[in-house]
C-alpha cells in the first residue's frame, strides 16, 4: 500500500517590539541572565497584566499581509500547564477568539533546474494568535538553569491547514512565510536568536484517502533544514511502522539534526488539558475599520508581487529577481538604481553579482556599504557610453567599493578609462592589417574570423583599454576600403 502525508505547522514568530507584552520590561537578546525581566514577568503577587498596542498593531498588519480576516473582537485566555520556563504556570494566549482566522502563504517549490522559476502555490492558514514567549532552560552537567529573559516577549503563533504534502513544501513554505514577516518588519526572524521556531504535525494515510491519520508532533527544529530533514525522517518512520502492522501513537518526538533520528518525548497534550479560561485581568480588543486600514496603508508590496513587477516592467530576469527580492532593502537599493541609469539589467547584474560578492568577502551588511545606487547607477552610464570597458569596470567597481568614489573618480585617478581617441585607435588598425596582409587578403575573400588576427595586436596596442566594439567597426572599414 502506498501513503501520502498530511502535514501541518505551526510556526512562532517573536514580534518585533521594544517591550514585552504585557509589560514595559524590555525585550532583547543577549543579556544577561534574568535581567531583562520586572514583577510582572516573575508574577510576583499582586502584579497586572497590560496589552502592548505596538504588538496588537503587528501582529494585525501580518493578518493583512496574508490575507487573514481580523477578528472584530478577540480576547486572552489563560492556557495553564506546570513546567519551570513559566513563573506563572499559565501562559496568557488566544483559544476561541483569535485575532486572525484564514489567509494563505504563497510559496515557490523547487524549479526543474537550478536558477529556474518554480511552481507557485499556495498553503491555507487556520489562523494567527497573539500570546507571551516563555522563559528558556539552560541544560548543564547535572543542573538546569532558566533564564526569563525572553519570558514576556511578544509571540505570533501561525497555524497553517493540513496541506502540506511534503518536505520540500514545508520548506519553501518556511522561506516565503519569513521574507514576508522581514518585509513588513515585523520580526527578524532569527532562527538562532529564537525568533522563528517551528513545530511540524505529522500523519500519513493511504494514498487516495481524504481522512485524517494519527498525529505526531515533531519538535526542536531549529533550522529550515531541520525542519525539511524531520519532516522526511518521520514520514519514513510512519510509513515504516504501518507497513510493518504496528500502530502509530499520537506523541511528541524531539528531532536531532546532526545525528537525524528523533526520540519519543510525551504522549501529546489535548486541548483540554491545558484547561483554557478567559482571562480575568484582561479586557477583550475591538478592531474598528480605522484601525485596520490605518495599518493596511503601512503594508508593504508582497514579495512575490514585487518579483512579478519587477520581470514584468523591468525587463529584469528570474535569476536576477530571485537574488534581490528576498531582501527588501537589496530589492529598493536595485529599484532607485535602476531608475537613475534607466538600464534595470545592467544594474542588477552589478548588485547581484559584484555588490553582494564585495558585502560577502567583507563580511558586512548592505547598510554599510560604501556603494550606493547612485554610485552603479553611474558606473552602468560609463560602461554604457563606451568610456570604460567592462573588464575594466570590475576593477572600477571593487575600488568603489573599498573607498566609496564615485566612478568617475576612481577612472580619473587609476586611468581605467577606454581609449576613445579615433584616430589613434586607427592608427592601430592600419598597423595591425600592414603587419599581416594574408589575413587581410582572407578576410576580403569572404573569411569572416580572418578579423580576428587584427584584434589582438590593437588591443595590445591599446593596452587592454579599446572598446572592443569600436575596434571591430574600425577594422572592418578599413578593410573595405
Known amino acids: 500500500m502506498n501513503y501520502e502525508a ?3 505547522l505551526e510556526v512562532h514568530v517573536q514580534i518585533k517590539t521594544r517591550s514585552k507584552m504585557f509589560t514595559r520590561a524590555a525585550t532583547g537578546y543577549g543579556e544577561p541572565a534574568n535581567t531583562l525581566t520586572d514583577p510582572v514577568v516573575l508574577a510576583l503577587p499582586g502584579t497586572l497584566p497590560v496589552m502592548n498596542k505596538e504588538a496588537i ?39 476561541d477568539q483569535p485575532i486572525c482566522r484564514g489567509g494563505a502563504v504563497e510559496i515557490e517549490l523547487p524549479g526543474p533546474a537550478r536558477n529556474v522559476m518554480g511552481e507557485h502555490q499556495t498553503i491555507a492558514l487556520t489562523r494567527i494568535h497573539l500570546e507571551e514567549d516563555v522563559g528558556k532552560l539552560n541544560h548543564g552537567e547535572g543542573v538546569s538553569l532558566v533564564d526569563f529573559n525572553r519570558a514576556g516577549t511578544p509571540l505570533m503563533e501561525i497555524v497553517s491547514e493540513p496541506v502540506i504534502r511534503t518536505a520540500d513544501e514545508a520548506f519553501a513554505y518556511l522561506t516565503a512565510l519569513k521574507t ?20 511540524a504535525n505529522i500523519s500519513i494515510r493511504p494514498e ?25 525522517h518521520e514520514i519514513r518512520r510512519q510509513v515504516a511502522v504501518a507497513q510493518s502492522g504496528g500502530t502509530i501513537v499520537q506523541e511528541t518526538r524531539d528531532y536531532d539534526g546532526q545525528t537525524g533520528e528523533s526520540r519519543s518525548l ?73 531608475r537613475l541609469c534607466g538600464k534595470a539589467q545592467a544594474a542588477g547584474n552589478w548588485i547581484a553579482n559584484d555588490l553582494l560578492r ?5 563580511k558586512a551588511a548592505l547598510a554599510d556599504s560604501k556603494v550606493r545606487p547612485a554610485h552603479v547607477a553611474a ?44 584616430g589613434e585607435l586607427e592608427r592601430w588598425c592600419r ?45 572592418r572599414r578599413l578593410l573595405a576600403g
Open 379 to 422: 558606473l552602468v552610464r560609463l560602461v554604457d557610453s563606451g568610456a570604460i570597458l567592462s573588464n575594466a569596470a570590475k576593477e572600477v567597481f571593487a575600488e568603489m567599493f573599498r573607498t566609496g568614489e564615485a566612478p568617475e573618480a576612481v577612472v580619473a585617478r587609476t586611468g581605467l578609462g577606454a581609449q576613445s581617441d579615433p
Open 180 to 199: 514576508v514577516m522581514m518585509y513588513g518588519a515585523i520580526s527578524d526572524c532569527d532562527m538562532e536568536k529564537g525568533q522563528l521556531r517551528c513545530d
Open 358 to 362: 564585495e558585502l560577502g568577502a567583507s
Open 266 to 338: 510525551r504522549s501529546k497534550e489535548m486541548a483540554h488539558d491545558y484547561r483554557y479560561f478567559p482571562d480575568p485581568d484582561l479586557m477583550p480588543v475591538e478592531v474598528g475599520e480605522e484601525w485596520k486600514a490605518r495599518l493596511r496603508s503601512a503594508c508593504p508590496e508582497l514579495p512575490f508581487d514585487r518579483q512579478r513587477r519587477l520581470q514584468r516592467d523591468y525587463g529584469v530576469p528570474y535569476t536576477i529577481t530571485s537574488v534581490l527580492v528576498p531582501d527588501r532593502e537589496l530589492g529598493d537599493f536595485f529599484e532607485e538604481a535602476a
Open 6 to 8: 498530511v502535514i501541518g
Open 57 to 95: 498593531d503587528q501582529i494585525i498588519k501580518a493578518g493583512l499581509l496574508l490575507g487573514c480576516e481580523i477578528a472584530p473582537v478577540c480576547k486572552w485566555d489563560r492556557k495553564n500547564y506546570f513546567y519551570p520556563d513559566s513563573p506563572k504556570n499559565y501562559q496568557i494566549s488566544q483559544y
Open 208 to 232: 487516495g484517502s481524504s481522512g485524517l491519520g494519527t498525529k505526531v508532533e515533531l519538535k526542536n527544529l531549529n533550522s529550515f533544514s531541520f525542519v525539511r530533514d524531520g519532516i522526511a
Open 431 to 475: 598597423e595591425a592589417i600592414a603587419a599581416n596582409p594574408k589575413s587581410a587578403a582572407d578576410f576580403k575573400a569572404g573569411k569572416e574570423s580572418a578579423i580576428n588576427a587584427f584584434k589582438g595586436p590593437v588591443m595590445r596596442a591599446a593596452k587592454g583599454k579599446a572598446d572592443p566594439k569600436r575596434v571591430d567597426e574600425t577594422l
